[in-house]
């Protein structure tokens, strides 16, 4: 798998990845339209894209899914605003193969922070999996951290 900044001409790709992968949620936990904000949105997707924080998954030149990222100013924390695989790609390792380069992306960051409905079994439980610690719950969410040095 390779992780790389999202293309443009993926742009309206990336976008049905990241329906088709958030309308699964359904079936963790999720009431249908309890979804990511712009989750569907080009024009957000977009903007994620412009400002540097939009990034593809490949596989053999196969788009699989995306992550959006924000690193901090002194770039020794980044905070994973979301990661998706394409439902079409689910229980294939991918997820795992995602967070690994996302971990690896930026050399120079400490800790990795992002966060997850409560509802969501399988993201709550994915992450545990990966050595992420549950800092809190606070409005519905859980807040996740993992050091990494």
Known sequence: MKLVKA?????????AISQRAFETDVAVGGAVGDYPPEYDSIIWHE???????????????????????????NKES???????????YHKKGYGIALMELVEKTYPN??????????????????????????LKKESGFSFYQKNLK
Request: cysteine-free; aromatic content about 10%.
């Open 7 to 15: 293309e443009r001409t993926q742009l309206e790709r990336i976008v």
């Open 78 to 88: 980044l905070y994973i605003g979301r990661i998706f695989v394409d439902s079409l």
């Open 47 to 73: 903007q994620m894209l412009n400002e540097g924080h939009l990034f593809q998954a490949t596989v053999d030149d196969m788009l699989v899914g995306g992550a959006i990222l924000f690193l901090n100013e």
């Open 109 to 134: 960051v400490k800790e990795v922070n992002l966060d997850t409905p409560i509802w969501n079994v399988r993201t709550n439980s994915f992450y545990k999996k990966l050595g992420y610690i549950e």
